[in-house]
């Protein structure tokens, strides 16, 4: 019972996050076409209200609630109405098992008889299990370098640490602090020591590291869908682009120090590959190339010429607030277009009930033709 519960509750809060996902491509794509392309914030703000969004109807599917919203209709509704229509040529044993495929899967999954289920259920649970030992292990990575840095400042909500077992100044959090890591090498040149302190410091004005923390915690349910993925890549990308704009605009550095900064950092790491690799709970000062996204070096490139050529411009407070309505619109309706549907109306039962006949008639047949044949 408890792993049906926990299935059942996977595959609405993945296609939730499925539909979340699509509903800002379209929106962000609206963006692109206006010309807003280089508004950052705006589109860091849709995409957290996207994400908000989708939590709030996962809470509300996981309560039984999402029946309650009849303003978007379910997609077998529309299917079913199509196929009364005559729109849809296809038996109607075969669309009855399509609309209860996903009902028929759980089952099978639920049962454990199913080979191809049982494959299922342990590539799930293997990627699940897989996500939160590479948390484990970067959980460890950081508490060792946390432990063997010198602390230079320390404060109530920040402590600075200088470290030799990275080459990579980042952010992370505990409980109740936040700690800035900056490499041990970049000590002689105090120009890059300040600006990637300063940068890291901004992070945590924009409570970056703390989205970081609540995207990795939550991951491993959504190791295997990848609306998750492009959404947290489109954040950490975004995060990046706003901090650098925000930095140079509260500080004194040129663009010119500022990218030069960047890349001697990318340099370094570069050259010291062998030291610890933080993938995640971390906020670094120059990304890591990630797998299916660009290189590190697109990366620093898109950054460099993003606040080079920063655009100020921001859509209207009323459009802005349209889009949010949209997304929020367009996730509703994806999201409760596929979960699952309760309850029977007109057209349900009465495909149900020609299936069931189609169903019977060919048992008809096929015990004829038994009889016939023994004759």
Not at 63 to 91: C, E, V, W
Request: with cysteine; glycine share 4%; net charge positive.
């Amino acid at each position: 019972m408890l792993l049906e519960t926990f299935l059942d509750l996977l595959v609405n809060l993945n296609l939730i996050m499925f539909a979340s996902a699509a509903a800002f491509l379209i929106v962000e794509a609206c963006l692109t076409i206006l010309g807003f392309e280089k508004s950052f914030s705006t589109r860091l703000l849709l995409l957290k209200t996207s994400l908000g969004f989708a939590a709030l109807l996962t809470l509300l599917s996981y309560f039984g609630s999402m029946t309650q919203f009849r303003a978007a209709p379910h997609i077998s509704d529309i299917l079913i109405s199509q196929y009364l229509k005559g729109n849809i040529s296809i038996s109607a044993v075969n669309f009855d098992n399509l609309l209860s495929a996903r009902s028929f899967v759980l089952q099978a999954v639920h049962s454990g008889t199913n080979y191809w289920a049982n494959a299922a259920i342990f590539l799930i649970m293997a990627s699940i299990l897989g996500r939160c030992t590479y948390i484990f292990i970067n959980i460890v990575r950081i508490n060792k370098i946390l432990r063997n840095g010198h602390c230079i400042r320390r404060s109530k909500l920040v402590d600075i640490i200088i470290s030799s077992k990275t080459n990579i100044p980042f952010t992370t959090r505990g409980f109740r602090k936040f700690y800035v890591v900056v490499p041990e090498a970049l000590i002689g040149d105090y120009r890059t020591f300040s600006i990637a302190l300063g940068h890291e410091l901004q992070h945590i004005r924009q409570k970056d590291v703390t989205i970081e923390f609540f995207l990795v915690l939550c991951s491993p349910f959504f190791i295997l869908n990848p609306g998750f993925w492009i959404m947290s890549q489109k954040i950490r990308k975004l995060r990046e682009h706003i901090c650098d704009i925000e930095y140079l605009s509260r500080s004194q550095v040129t663009a010119f120090e500022y990218a030069k900064a960047l890349l001697s950092v990318a340099k370094q790491a570069s050259l010291l590959r062998r030291m610890n690799h933080i993938g995640s709970l971390s906020v670094p000062f120059v990304g890591h190339g990630k797998f299916m996204f660009k290189s590190t070096k697109s990366q620093l490139a898109n950054r460099v010429l993003a606040f080079a050529e920063s655009d100020n411009r921001k859509p209207h407070k009323f459009f802005a607030c349209s889009l949010l309505v949209l997304a929020s619109v367009l996730t509703l309706f994806c999201a409760s277009a596929f979960l699952p549907s309760q309850g029977w109306s007109h057209d349900r039962i009465m495909i149900s009930s020609v299936a069931n006949l189609e169903r019977l008639s060919f048992r008809n047949q096929t015990q004829k033709s038994i009889k016939f044949g023994s004759n």
